[in-house]
């Protein structure tokens, strides 16, 4: 294996040092593994915007709820390494959980408005944990760059958000959504589904291709609510939220005049799936 793993916090601190001292830029795609081509399209990206690649694998249990899937969150280092040593990536950080989270530890980083809807409502404190860990994983690799899927366009608002209010000097790249043959978002959490899962899971992308088709005639968020909630309905799948949302802010919006997110949570099966779509009139 090529890719150099490191597993220490001082070890990668003293990396990314180095690597700083020649002048060269660090381009960042912080994981949780079991990685897919939408996780390959942000190391390729950081690839050719930074002399040095890193990427992390790291099963963040703080984002985790306690009837959540942390503990069967699916895991292949050496699957991930091999795909990763594709792109290629220079370095994969893959830290314990005991030294990222060492015993007493009482600090966290919390973004407030933008978590407060959507996702957050369903999984209290799971941006809190995204956003600390994500803060230290940025304190330890000193990245110029980080590359972030627009899929979780939730967590990508948070951590601009926090990125700008701490001063993090560092450049956050959205990336957008890569999507498997048939139009699903790729998802880790695909590996979850049946095949008879897969095809009802479609209904997301359908939902939200259907939405967009009518939003050059819609003249309010209901009804691009209505139009993708009735496709799920028919498919038969446990929707959490469908919902238009302001695109900076998240906030609860009536209005089509500025940005929005369509977002979408549901769960096909036990397993729990999201997408979403950004509009504009004026695009």
């Not at 985790?64 to 792109?87: I, Q």
């Not at 919006?253 to 500025?258: D, F, N, P, R, Y």
Request: charged share 25%.
């Amino acid at each position: 294996m090529n890719i150099r793993v490191i597993r220490h916090l001082r070890e990668m601190m003293d990396f990314s040092d180095a690597v700083r001292a020649r002048g060269e830029r660090i381009g960042f795609v912080p994981t949780m593994g079991y990685l897919h081509e939408g996780h390959l399209s942000l190391m390729r990206e950081a690839r050719r915007r930074a002399s040095t690649v890193v990427a992390s694998i790291f099963v963040n249990p703080t984002q985790f709820g306690p009837n959540e899937d942390l503990s069967r969150y699916p895991r292949d280092f050496a699957r991930d390494c091999a795909m990763m040593e594709t792109v290629p990536v220079d370095v994969v950080f893959a830290p314990e959980g005991s030294d990222m989270y060492p015993p007493r530890a009482q600090t966290w980083v919390e973004v407030t408005e933008i978590t407060r809807g959507l996702c957050g409502k369903g999984r209290p404190g799971h941006f809190r944990g995204v956003t600390t860990v994500v803060a230290k994983l940025f304190n330890i690799v000193k990245p110029h760059l980080a590359f972030f899927g627009e899929k979780d366009f939730q967590q990508l608002r948070a951590i601009q958000q926090m990125v700008a209010d701490l001063n993090f000097d560092i450049e956050i790249v959205p990336m957008p959504i890569v999507r498997e043959p048939d139009n699903l978002a790729m998802s880790s959490r695909n590996a979850y589904l049946t095949p008879e899962q897969h095809s009802d899971a479609l209904a997301l992308s359908c939902a939200i291709g259907a939405a967009r088709k009518n939003f050059a005639c819609a003249r309010t968020a209901n009804e691009l609510v209505d139009t993708a909630a009735k496709i799920l309905n028919r498919a038969g799948i446990a929707v959490e939220y469908v919902e238009v949302v302001d695109a900076e802010t998240l906030a609860p919006t009536t209005s089509l005049e500025a940005p929005v997110l369509l977002a979408i949570a549901a769960r096909v099966g036990k397993t729990r799936l999201i997408d979403n779509i950004v509009l504009s009139r004026a695009s």
